[in-house]
């Protein structure tokens, strides 16, 4: 799998060090698993901050504030280069129930920590039914798990990454003849528009 649409050098840099909200890091790792392009460019961002601490001038730091920063580099989360799982990562989310909100459209919240004000979920949509259509008041991550949409960008496949800005009003189309899955993180409140996008976010609780 090649995936296509990728995140922002910006993006990578804050998910190799570890600084995405944790929802949002769900999802970038998502579309890292599946890019090799990804994968190589997060080894050669951490490679770059490890080089950094190691030309630190010792006397600058002292030794115990060298042996703090180790230890804070060493206790922060690694990248894990995968295989841990082999399982899909669809199939290795924690889920909670999901649910049907119209014919063809689920709903399921991710049990993974996220910020309270943060939304972190799986969003399914059939061939032919209208995606939920929403607005937002602040970031949103996706990467398409499987399945396919297309929106005025072109065709998001299996793999592939979106990040959306404020207030963004679109409404994508699933591409092909399966359901389309995607997981999703987004920050601030969901502000639904249209019936299947109220339906999705007043009673699925995500
Ligand atoms: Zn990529």
Same mark, same amino acid.
């Given at each position: 799998?090649?995936?296509?649409?990728?995140?922002?050098?910006?993006?990578?840099?804050?998910?190799?060090?570890?600084? $995405?909200?944790?929802?949002?890091?769900?999802?970038?790792?998502?579309?890292?698993?599946?890019?090799?392009?990804?994968?190589?460019?997060?080894?050669?961002?951490?490679?770059?901050?490890?080089?950094?601490?190691?030309?630190?001038?010792?006397?600058?730091?002292?030794?115990?504030?060298?042996?703090?920063?180790?230890?804070?580099?060493?206790?922060?989360?690694?990248?894990?280069?995968?295989?841990?799982?082999?399982?899909?990562? $669809?199939?290795?989310?924690?889920?909670?129930?999901?649910?049907?909100?119209?014919?063809?459209?689920?709903?399921?919240?991710?049990?993974?920590?996220?910020?309270?004000?943060?939304?972190?979920?799986?969003?399914?949509?059939?061939?032919?039914?209208?995606?939920?259509?929403?607005?937002?008041?602040?970031?949103?991550?996706?990467?398409?798990?499987?399945?396919?949409?297309?929106?005025?960008?072109?065709?998001?496949?299996?793999?592939?990454?979106?990040?959306?800005?404020?207030?963004?009003?679109?409404?994508?189309?699933?591409?092909?003849?399966?359901?389309?899955?995607? $997981?999703?993180?987004?920050?601030?409140?969901?502000?639904?528009?249209?019936?299947?996008?109220?339906?999705?976010?007043?009673?699925?609780?995500?």
């Amino acid at each position: 799998m090649n995936p296509r649409h990728h995140p922002s050098p910006d993006i990578l840099a804050a998910y190799a060090a570890g600084t $995405l909200a944790p929802g949002f890091g769900l999802v970038v790792g998502a579309h890292v698993e599946t890019c090799a392009a990804c994968r190589n460019q997060v080894a050669a961002y951490e490679a770059a901050s490890g080089a950094a601490l190691q030309t630190l001038p010792l006397e600058a730091v002292g030794g115990d504030a060298l042996a703090r920063v180790m230890s804070r580099i060493e206790a922060a989360p690694a990248y894990q280069p995968m295989q841990v799982d082999a399982r899909p990562l $669809l199939e290795r989310l924690p889920l909670k129930p999901k649910r049907w909100v119209a014919p063809g459209v689920w709903v399921a919240a991710v049990d993974t920590p996220h910020a309270d004000e943060d939304r972190v979920y799986l969003l399914s949509v059939a061939p032919g039914m209208p995606t939920a259509r929403h607005e937002h008041s602040g970031a949103e991550f996706c990467t398409v798990l499987q399945g396919a949409f297309r929106d005025e960008v072109g065709v998001f496949r299996a793999g592939d990454f979106a990040a959306a800005e404020n207030d963004l009003d679109h409404q994508p189309v699933v591409e092909g003849d399966e359901p389309c899955v995607c $997981l999703f993180a987004t920050e601030g409140r969901l502000k639904p528009k249209g019936v299947i996008g109220k339906l999705a976010f007043a009673f699925a609780d995500v």
